[in-house]
């Protein structure tokens, strides 16, 4: 069982940064890959950014890639979600989630545990 409960998402203007975390209990967190969705109005659940169980490795959406940066911090059972020169079109419920494997997926199905999601919105 693993619990995620993300937080830190709110109103910014474009340019602008945001960080979002993702408190994980259940299962132990050093063994799973993490990864952060969003659902913008009227679309369907996007990949944004993935990491690896130990963080070593990273892979990001075109979309966000050199702008949004993810992280984790396995000693606080966290994963993070460093968005920088936010834009409009990153307005979202974004979404993190625990992966089956130890690395992740770009895929929703590679994800067997997600959370309630956070709003951003990015003014203009």
């Known amino acids: 069982q693993v619990q995620l409960v993300e937080s830190g998402g709110g109103l910014v203007q474009a340019g602008g940064s945001l960080r979002l975390s993702c408190a994980a209990s259940g299962r132990p967190f050093s063994t799973y890959g993490m990864g952060w969705f969003r659902r913008a109005p009227g679309k369907a659940r996007e990949f944004v950014a993935r990491i690896s169980s130990s963080g070593e490795s990273t892979r990001y959406a075109d979309s966000v890639k050199g702008r949004f940066t993810i992280s984790r911090d396995n000693a606080k059972n966290t994963v993070y979600l460093q968005m920088n020169s936010l834009k409009p079109e990153d307005t979202a419920v974004y979404y993190c989630?625990?992966?089956?494997?130890?690395?992740?997926?770009?895929?929703?199905?590679?994800?067997?545990?997600w959370g309630q999601g956070t709003q951003v919105t990015v003014s203009s």
């Open positions: 989630a625990a992966a089956a494997s130890s690395f992740g997926s770009s895929l929703e199905p590679g994800y067997a545990y």
